[in-house]
């Protein structure tokens, strides 16, 4: 694995696609994150996916208020600014 920084932009990326495919493609997911690699007849284990998505929860949390803007004149200059204005 990696240790370099990511831009902080993209968790909000990062957490939006957990979502997606926690909802979306749910047996993929838990098939990745199967210890056995889907090989034995259990019920995969969610725990690794569970944890993913709470760290990339509570990482959101802390920067999506600071990329999109706290206050509502905030917002509306990132707003504003993303349409070019």
């Known amino acids: 694995m990696s240790t370099q920084l990511r831009p902080v932009a993209q968790v909000s ?4 696609t957990i979502k997606y495919c926690a909802l979306h493609h749910r047996t993929f997911l838990f098939a990745i994150f ?12 969610d725990r690794k996916l ?19 803007g706290i206050e509502p ?13």
Do not use: I
């Open 73 to 85: 004149a905030e917002k509306s200059f990132v707003f504003l600014h993303l349409l070019g204005r």
């Open 13 to 16: 990326e990062l957490y939006d």
């Open 50 to 68: 569970h944890e993913l998505y709470g760290r990339a929860k509570a990482m959101f949390d802390l920067v999506a208020p600071q990329e999109y």
């Open 34 to 45: 199967d210890e056995s690699g889907g090989q034995d007849n259990r019920q995969p284990r």
